[in-house]
């Protein structure tokens, strides 16, 4: 039983260049999240999607996208990546919207040169 | 591992003795809590939630209080052991715009456990 599955577990990018971090889970679970985790920040909502066909904005959703592919999968782009998104990127997931115990995944650490 | 946070707040305790975690919430509409626990190199952990119309609830080793009043949230430790070393967060659900509903994350605490 995996849980919740995030790829790449590492990234480093170029200024402007683009990627896409893939979030898989295995739990029949109806909503996921994508956050951002800064030394000295706490977890910071970038977007989320409460079921499956709906996305919707965080905190700081600004220089990314996301794709609600199926129940399973949910995945943040980041279509010119800037020096200010180099961070640690968690994806997460709930049975219930916001509401409940959240699955988290073990992190992706993202630097942008 | 990764690297959580190098200027958390940090609580330092002997092994043994009760931690006691706060929380401070800024919205008065929020009316559901979580705390989260998280290890070096890995994602948060649920630890214990609460809904707004509680005001304590208590699991294996840990009770979480809430403070209506003065928005304020505390995770408590019983008996507080090495294997409780991480960052906690505490989480609201925080009511956005059209009906919807965010979980937010406060910025951390670091504990630490003397042997």
């Known amino acids: 039983n995996a849980g919740v599955t995030q790829t790449p577990k590492f990234q480093v990018l170029k200024t402007g260049q683009s990627m896409t971090l893939q979030c898989a889970q295995d739990?029949?679970?109806?909503?996921m999240y994508w956050y951002r985790q800064d030394p000295g920040m706490g977890l910071r909502l970038i977007y989320y999607?409460?079921?499956?066909?709906?996305?919707d904005k965080g905190e700081v959703p600004n220089g990314y996208n996301v794709s609600r592919l199926n129940k399973r999968e949910f995945s943040l782009r980041l279509e010119s990546a800037a020096p200010s998104q180099t961070s640690v990127y968690f994806c997460?997931?709930?049975?219930?919207?916001?509401?409940?115990?959240?699955?988290f995944g073990e992190g992706s650490r993202l630097t942008v040169l | 591992g990764e690297s959580v946070g190098l200027h958390l707040p940090t609580l330092s305790v002997q092994e043994g003795d009760n931690s006691i975690i706060n929380c401070a919430y800024s919205?008065?509409?929020?009316?559901?809590f979580i705390w989260y626990k998280q290890e070096s190199g890995k994602g948060p952990q649920f630890i214990i939630d609460?809904?707004?119309?509680?005001d304590k609830r208590q699991g294996q080793r840990v009770t979480v209080l809430l403070n209506k009043t003065v928005k304020h949230l505390s995770l408590q430790i019983a008996a507080t052991q090495p294997g409780d070393s991480a960052v906690y967060f505490c989480?609201?659900?925080?009511?956005?715009?059209?009906?919807?509903?965010?979980?937010?994350f406060g910025s951390g605490t670091r504990l630490l456990v003397r042997p």
């Open positions: 997460a997931s709930s049975v219930l919207p916001v509401t409940g115990e959240l699955f």
């Open positions: 739990m029949n679970h109806n909503s």
């Open positions: 999607s409460a079921s499956e066909g709906t996305t």
């Open positions: 919205n008065s509409a929020s009316d559901y």
């Open positions: 609460i809904r707004s119309n509680m």
């Open positions: 989480a609201e659900k925080r009511p956005g715009k059209d009906s919807s509903y965010k979980l937010i």
